[in-house]
T-cell receptor, first 112, second 113 residues
Framework: DGGITQSPKYLFRKEGQNVTLSCEQNLNHDAMYWYRQDPGQGLRLIYYSQIVNDFQKGDIAEGYSVSREKKESFPLTVTSAQKNPTAFYLC???????????FGPGTRLTVT | QKEVEQNSGPLSVPEGAIASLNCTYSDRGSQSFFWYRQYSGKSPELIMFIYSNGDKEDGRFTAQLNKASQYVSLLIRDSQPSDSATYLCAVGGSGAGSYQLTFGKGTKLSVIP
């Protein structure tokens, strides 16, 4: 069963703690993306990676970090430096038709 | 700064009617255009993409693109209550920017039985 998985679905953390969100894909897609969505807002790009061991900052990278050690995995760490971390986090991959992106189910992070 | 604008809605249509969703974009060099459907609490789902001026039909959905006017729309014929969701317009850049999408904030559609 091919697809994109994100875990956990819900995550609760105390302020000041780092937290890592998982994103795994078995679609053999090269490019992967992390977005953040706030209520009533569009998706904002945090980081993206086009190949293993390479990644680029998006529009709102401050307070976040990523790694891309394997093609299948693109974890996102939300650090304590992120001022407003509570949000819906979405991982996506770039499909093979042409520039279309497919999304995982998302992780809803709440920091109190 | 690339911008994608959508009316936030809510857009309410009766069951069986045509729903028309609109989107404008600022980057004249944009080459690819996408419509995503997002149910409340769920992730976006790709429903249509279009690259050339004109219409593209897929079942009850028709995407329309006018690059000269920097305008893309989505028509949903025979609207069903299950179509009630937020519809996100996304626009890809040109060249190296083709791999990045800029999203609008979405239009909330409500189909009334």
């Amino acid at each position: 069963d091919g697809g994109i998985t994100q875990s956990p679905k819900y995550l609760f953390r105390k302020e000041g703690q780092n937290v890592t969100l998982s994103c795994e894909q078995n679609l053999n897609h090269d490019a992967m993306y992390w977005y953040r969505q706030d209520p009533g807002q569009g998706l904002r790009l945090i980081y993206y990676s086009q190949i293993v061991n390479d990644f680029q900052k998006g529009d709102i990278a401050e307070g976040y970090s990523v790694s891309r050690e394997k093609k299948e995995s693109f974890p996102l760490t939300v650090t304590s430096a992120q001022k407003n971390p509570t949000a819906f986090y979405l991982c996506a991959t770039l499909g093979r038709l042409s520039y279309e992106q497919y999304f995982g189910p998302g992780t809803r992070l709440t920091v109190t | 700064q690339k911008e994608v604008e959508q009316n936030s809605g809510p857009l309410s249509v009766p069951e069986g009617a045509i729903a028309s969703l609109n989107c404008t974009y600022s980057d004249r060099g944009s080459q690819s255009f996408f419509w995503y459907r997002q149910y409340s609490g769920k992730s976006p789902e790709l429903i249509m993409f279009i690259y050339s001026n004109g219409d593209k039909e897929d079942g009850r959905f028709t995407a329309q693109l006018n690059k000269a006017s920097q305008y893309v729309s989505l028509l949903i014929r025979d609207s069903q209550p299950s179509d009630s969701a937020t519809y996100l317009c996304a626009v890809g850049g040109s060249g190296a920017g083709s791999y990045q999408l800029t999203f609008g904030k979405g239009t909330k559609l409500s189909v009334i039985p």
